[in-house]
């Protein structure tokens, strides 16, 4: 069973970065799509990013285009979630998530249903303050 650990978290402030990471381990396919979400206290998970280790190809929600980056390392099997341009809106538990049923057209949508993923880590938590 897959299992996915997160780091690099914190505080920054508004305007600031951050780099996310995801380690994963025990995946039983060579590809799969891998996904980062977030959650505020009192709100849904929602989607923020999502990226196809056969390919590389990503997807990112509308509200952190241009400012988030999505990446990986194969070789590691580690994803990572750059973060540039913070707001404080952006605070949330940050969370890994794997699929890997998931064919790389699906993890080409724009579709990041939380009930989706089959694996996820224990999150990170990024506070941004004004």
């Known amino acids: 069973q897959a299992q996915l650990v997160e780091s690099g978290g914190g505080s920054v402030q508004a305007g600031g970065s951050l780099k996310l990471s995801c380690a994963g381990s025990?995946?039983?396919?060579?590809?799969?799509?891998m996904g980062w979400f977030r959650q505020a206290p009192g709100k849904e998970r929602e989607g923020v990013a999502k990226?196809?280790?056969?390919?590389?190809?990503?997807v990112y929600a509308d509200s952190v285009k241009g400012r988030f980056t999505v990446s990986q390392d194969n070789a590691k099997n580690i994803v990572y979630l750059q973060m540039n341009s913070l707001k404080p809106e952006d605070t949330a538990m940050y969370f890994c998530?794997?699929?890997?049923?998931?064919?790389?057209?699906?993890?080409?949508?724009?579709?990041?249903?939380?009930?989706?993923?089959?694996?996820w880590g224990q999150g990170t938590q990024v506070i941004v303050s004004s």
């Open positions: 990226i196809y280790t056969g390919d590389g190809n990503t």
């Open positions: 998530a794997a699929n890997e049923l998931a064919l790389g057209t699906w993890c080409a949508t724009t579709r990041m249903a939380h009930y989706e993923w089959n694996a």
């Open positions: 025990g995946f039983t396919y060579s590809s799969r799509c």
